[in-house]
């Protein structure tokens, strides 16, 4: 096969988020498409016709040629058939370098102005993890980092702003972290919430401690049931961080590294730090940590609110034995490769490790 134009992740990245005209065709069959895809895409599930070169496998596509075409799969290789054969039909195509792997670091933005401090989300479109960087009078930290570190260093520095911590709600299943690494490459404190897994030294998180930046006050609370540990960030009447407790239609899964009997345990802990939640103001935003859906590239904050979610969110209605039931019949299948993810998030040690192999796959975190 003759070697045709690739585009690269971030390559297509920017141009969706400059508003550049672009078809990004999905060749992937139906059920890998529903699990994950690009904002935007077109599917044309030609899949095994094109591993079988059937020349007119996209015979019935039918677009603009003057728009140019990125051809997707799950790791860049029938792509690359597909998008022969659309120029060979006149179109200007590219295949996605590693396709849907390829795309897993891929993200976008939104941005939101408070009195008397910002938000950034730094949305991982390519796997659903939302992390935060929050100023106050141009001191910052930063929440759940998912994305290697010159993602956020470009936009602090852009922002000319002082980075004065860097936190995790908890120890991550479905991605590595990079808050460890971030902490050390702006010299500043890197805090997760207090337990005895970790294998590394970190300042300790624990209920009721306040981190100021500026003149804004973020208190952490205890919020166990996703994870003993997970704990939630509250800027008072304005804002709660929910890390993987709390999602916008949807909430964490108490299951991921436990048995039977301490997945039970963790849907009653579950409930509790959710009826917490819900007795702040009705007003108040729930930003998340994860969206169950890929973020479209439009500056739209992905998030709800307190009084939202009571309303919209069924199983924050029900009484305590009927959630726990509800989230034990619910538990949808593991993320991919969440024990190797787990244990690397607990050792801190990242070397060796491919992203595009481990962290491949949907975003399972909800219920």
């Not at 140019?68 to 799950?74: E, R, W």
């Amino acid at each position: 096969m003759a070697q045709f134009p690739t585009v690269t992740a971030d390559e297509l990245r920017r141009m969706l988020s400059l508003n550049q005209k672009v078809n990004v065709v999905d060749i992937r069959p139906t059920e890998e498409r529903s699990e994950w895809f690009i904002p935007g895409s077109i599917h044309f599930d030609a899949y095994e016709r094109l591993k079988k070169h059937d020349p007119s496998a996209l015979d019935l596509i039918n677009l603009d040629k003057n728009v140019p075409i990125v051809t997707v799969c799950a790791g860049g290789k029938t792509s690359l058939i597909a998008a022969e054969i659309l120029r060979e039909k006149g179109y200007n195509a590219s295949s996605l370098l590693n396709g849907m792997k390829g795309w897993s670091l891929s993200w976008n933005t939104a941005f939101r102005k408070f009195d008397g401090f910002e938000i950034w989300q730094v949305r991982r479109t390519g796997k659903g993890c939302l992390s935060y960087i929050i100023s106050s009078n141009k001191e910052a930290l930063i929440v759940d980092a998912s994305l290697p570190v010159e993602v956020y260093a470009d936009m602090i520095n852009g922002e000319n702003l002082k980075v004065k911590y860097v936190l995790d709600t908890h120890i991550h299943a479905d991605h590595l972290s990079r808050s460890r690494e971030l902490a050390k490459y702006f010299n500043a404190p890197f805090y997760l919430p207090k337990n005895k897994k970790v294998q590394f030294e970190y300042g300790q998180i624990v209920n009721g401690l306040e981190f100021k930046i500026g003149n804004t006050l973020l208190k952490s609370m205890a919020t166990p049931g996703h994870t003993t540990e997970s704990t939630s960030f509250y800027i008072e009447n304005e804002v709660l961080f929910t890390g993987d407790t709390l999602f916008t239609n949807a909430i964490g899964r108490p299951d991921l590294k436990s048995n039977a009997e301490e997945t039970r345990q963790k849907a009653h802990l579950l409930f509790q730090s959710l009826q917490f939640m819900l007795s702040f103001p009705d007003s108040v935003l729930v930003l998340p940590g994860h969206a169950n859906k890929p973020i479209e590239f439009d500056n739209k904050m992905v998030m709800t609110t307190i009084g939202e979610a009571k309303e919209n969110i069924h199983m924050l209605k029900q009484g305590e034995n009927d959630f726990v039931n509800s989230v034990l019949n619910k538990i949808p299948p593991s993320p991919a490769n969440f024990l190797t993810i787990i244990e690397k998030n607990i050792e801190g040690d990242y070397s060796g490790v491919n992203p595009l192999e481990l962290e491949a796959g949907a975003n399972r975190c909800a219920i």
